[in-house]
C-alpha cells in the first residue's frame, strides 16, 4: 500500500526569506509531505506571488483565516509549518493548535516563558504533535554522541563546552534597509528580548542538553551588544552549573569576525571525552582517558539511531538540509501515530518538542536576569 504524504501548509517564508525555502526543501526531501497552503506575507499580492513560485496551491493573505479553512475542509492540511519573525510564533501556532492542526514551528518557540507554558498547555490538551526546529540535532553524529553518553561510554559528565560563533552581524547591516533577517532579528518588537541569544544562543544550549540528557541547574551570564546603536544582543557568554556537580561553558556570537557557523561542542566525562563540530557534521571524535583519539563517521558507526537518520552511504556527505529533513522525517511519524491513535516509533522519539521549546525559554530568562544583576548566578527554572 503506498504511503499517504501529509498535506503541510506554511505561514511565514515568502519572497525574502531565508528559512521559508530550507523548511520547504526538508519538508520534501523525503517525500513525507505534500505543501497544498500558505500564508506566506501579509501583503496578499507578495503572499500570492511567494505561493505561486514555490508551487502552492491555496494562498491566504492571513493566517487566521487559512487556519479556519485549512481546518474545515476535507482535504485540509495535517500540520503547519511556523517559519515568521519570533514575535508571532505563539500566536500563529495557538490558532492552528486551536483547529485541531500539528505544528512545526522555527526556534524559540516564543518571546517569552509565559507564551511558551501556555503553547505547551494548549498542546497537550489538543493532544497535537508540537515540533521545534533545533537543526541540529537531526545530525546523525549528534545522535550517535547522545548514545554513547546515554550507554555511559564516557563515564559520568564532568565538564560541557559550547560555542556558536557567527560574523554576519558585525557590523550594522539592519541599517541598509537591504537585508531582511537582519532587520526583524535585530528588531526587539519582532525578535523578543533576546537577539544573538535567542538565535543561536539557544542551539547552542539545546545541543548540549540534548547530547547529555541533562540541562544546568544555574548560570552566571554576560549578554552584551558590541555594535553601537544596535537595539539587542549579538553576544553572550555564561558559565554553567549541574545537578551532580559537573560545570560548562556556552559562548554564542554572531560578531566573531571570520566566522562563519561555528557550532562546536565537548563534552567531557570521568572515562573519555566526545567532540563534534557542525562544519564537519559526518565526524565525531571519541577519545578516552589516556587512549588515541578515534574519528568516527557517519555511514560506519553501528547504531540504530544513527541509522535512522542517514540516507546515503559512507563516504558521501550529508549536512544541514538533511538534519533538517530529519526534523520533518520523525515529525511524520509521529502525527501518523497520534492520528491514529497509537504509539509513536521510538526512533522518532528524539524530535525535539514543545517542552524542550520551554526549557530554551527558561535559558533565555535565566540569561537575561544573571546579566542585567551583573553576572549573579541565577537558577534555572524547571531544572
Keep these: 500500500m503506498a504511503q499517504r504524504r501529509l498535506r503541510l501548509g506554511m505561514v511565514g ?25 500558505g500564508a506566506l506575507s501579509s501583503d496578499p499580492q507578495r503572499a500570492q506571488a511567494s505561493a505561486a513560485e514555490a508551487g ?28 515568521t519573525p519570533n514575535h508571532l510564533h505563539a ?16 526556534k524559540p518557540l516564543a518571546i517569552s516563558l509565559a507564551e511558551g507554558e501556555a503553547l505547551a498547555k494548549l498542546t497537550r490538551e489538543k493532544n497535537r504533535l508540537f515540533a521545534l526546529t533545533h537543526t541540529y540535532s537531526g545530525y546523525p553524529m549528534v545522535r550517535y554522541a547522545r548514545e554513547l553518553i546515554d550507554s555511559g561510554e564516557l563515564g ?7 560555542e556558536y560563533a557567527q ?37 547552542a544550549y539545546q545541543l548540549v542538553a540534548f547530547v547529555t540528557g541533562v540541562t544546568p541547574s544555574a548560570l552566571a551570564a554576560e549578554v552584551h551588544t558590541f555594535v553601537p546603536g544596535r537595539r539587542i544582543d549579538d553576544h553572550v557568554q555564561a558559565m554553567l552549573r549541574y545537578a551532580n556537580g559537573a560545570r560548562g561553558m556556552l559562548w554564542a556570537s554572531q560578531v566573531a569576525s571570520g566566522a562563519e557557523n561555528a557550532l562546536r561542542l565537548r563534552v567531557y566525562g570521568t572515562k573519555a571525552n566526545v567532540a563534534f563540530d557542525q562544519e564537519q557534521p559526518n565526524e565525531l571524535v571519541f577519545t578516552p582517558l ?26 558521501h556527505p550529508e549536512g544541514y538540509l538533511e538534519a533538517f529533513a530529519q526534523l520533518y522525517k520523525d515529525a511524520a511519524l509521529q502525527i501518523e501515530a497520534l492520528d491514529a491513535g497509537r504509539a509513536p516509533p521510538a526512533e522518532s522519539l528524539l524530535l525535539t518538542t514543545v517542552e524542550d521549546g520551554v526549557a530554551g525559554l527558561r535559558f533565555i530568562e535565566a540569561m537575561l536576569a544573571s546579566s542585567a544583576a551583573d553576572g549573579q548566578w541565577r537558577a534555572i527554572g524547571g531544572a
Aim: glycine share 12%; with cysteine.
Design 13 to 37: 517564508g515568502g519572497q525574502g526569506a531565508f528559512i521559508g525555502a530550507v523548511h520547504r526543501i526538508a519538508a520534501r526531501l523525503d517525500d513525507r509531505f505534500e505543501l497544498v497552503a
Design 56 to 83: 502552492i496551491a491555496r494562498s491566504y493573505a492571513d493566517w487566521r483565516e487559512m487556519a479556519g479553512a485549512e481546518a474545515a475542509r476535507e482535504d485540509g492540511i495535517d500540520a503547519v509549518a511556523i517559519v
Design 91 to 106: 500566536p500563529v501556532a495557538t490558532a492552528f493548535l486551536e483547529a485541531g492542526i500539528h505544528v512545526v514551528c522555527d
Design 156 to 162: 559520568d559528565l564532568r565538564v560541557v563546552q559550547v
Design 167 to 203: 560574523d554576519w552581524l558585525a557590523e550594522p547591516i539592519e541599517r541598509s534597509g537591504t537585508n531582511k533577517q537582519a532587520g526583524w532579528r535585530t528588531d526587539p518588537a519582532l525578535a523578543g528580548p533576546a537577539g544573538c541569544l535567542g538565535d543561536i544562543g539557544t542551539h
Design 290 to 315: 589516556g587512549g588515541s583519539a578515534e574519528r568516527l563517521t557517519r555511514g560506519r558507526v553501528k547504531s540504530a539511531i544513527a541509522a535512522h537518520a542517514t540516507r546515503v552511504p559512507a563516504g
